[in-house]
């Protein structure tokens, strides 16, 4: 019985250093985005093509409005999905890439699921920076350090 207390205490204690070292790795894939004078900050998934997409950073993009729902560029190159989803509903806030464009994607509006859709990350807040752009604009992605 002794032994079996022991295993369920070491299990537990190996599962809050997993939780720890996963909440550290969030914290350190945060992004900053830069349209015109504002600043706003986003998190980073912790997946391959996440990982992929911080590799090309730091970024300028020339975005556009694509359905009144997103803003969307071209990345230089299609990024690496091999272990996503089929698919995703986007959310507002929602930093994707839609692979059968290649593209990168800002949805300041909610969307519908769609098949080859892949979550990049999440902005934290203002997201209204997107929504009250019209026309094309310029937004540059950089990478954070972590404090």
Sequence with gaps: MYHHGLKIIMAAVVMCCQMAHAADKAENMK?????????????????????????????????????????????????????????????????TTYTPWGNLNVFYRDFGYSTGLVKLGHIESGIEVFAKQSGDFEMTIRTLTKN
Excluded: C, Q
């Design 31 to 95: 992004i900053e985005i830069v349209v015109g004078d504002k600043k706003v900050v986003a998190i980073l998934e912790d997946s391959e093509a996440a990982r992929d997409f911080a590799s090309l950073l730091p970024l300028t993009f020339k975005m556009k409005d694509y359905n009144r729902t997103e803003k969307i560029s071209d990345l230089p190159r299609k990024l690496a999905t091999n272990h996503a989803p089929a698919g995703y509903a986007p959310k507002v806030g929602d930093i």
